[in-house]
């Protein structure tokens, strides 16, 4: 694997600059783990003085990403991938440092091996959870992927 933290905060700079201001950082990647973190800030604050729930949804969603485009690009393959649903929990204020944590990188190797084998799409489901600094879960989210070969 060559995607790296840098590159991938490099990544969204140009590719996704409303993450890249509101604070949303790779921290760490490797097969399994992707880890992102993001604070709270005036930028990315709600009234209610808390991170607003997109920006944890676009940092929760983006350490599941990670780790898609990261599998995908090792496959050598040309594979289209797309979040066709999500669901999110929230069960205490996000303030602080909020880092969130996919550990679901093994379920990728499977469906792209599926879908390079059949040419039919493939559907998982990810799960990353935000923590704050004292570790108490604030936000859980759920992202269903969809992957498919690319026709050439």
């Not at 991938?8 to 990647?29: D, Q």
């Not at 990261?70 to 204020?93: C, E, H, P, Y």
């Not at 550990?103 to 935000?130: C, F, H, P, V």
Request: glycine share 6%.
């Amino acid at each position: 694997m060559n995607i790296t933290p840098k590159k991938l905060n490099t990544y969204t700079i140009f590719k996704l600059p409303a993450a890249f201001f509101c604070g949303v950082r790779t921290k760490y990647i490797d097969d399994i783990k992707c880890v992102v973190t993001v604070k709270h800030k005036w930028i990315n604050q709600n009234p209610f003085r808390s991170m607003f729930w997109a920006v944890q949804g676009m940092a929760a969603e983006f350490s599941t990403g990670a780790l898609m485009i990261a599998k995908i690009q090792d496959s050598g393959r040309k594979i289209s991938m797309l979040v066709t649903s999500n669901n999110a929990t929230f069960t205490k204020k996000a303030t602080g440092i909020i880092t969130f944590t996919c550990t679901n990188g093994n379920l990728i190797d499977d469906a792209i091996k599926n879908t390079i084998e059949t040419g039919q799409g493939q559907t998982i489901w990810m799960k990353s959870e935000g923590v704050n600094e004292e570790g108490v879960v604030v936000s859980t989210f759920n992202f269903e992927w969809s992957i498919k070969v690319k026709r050439p």
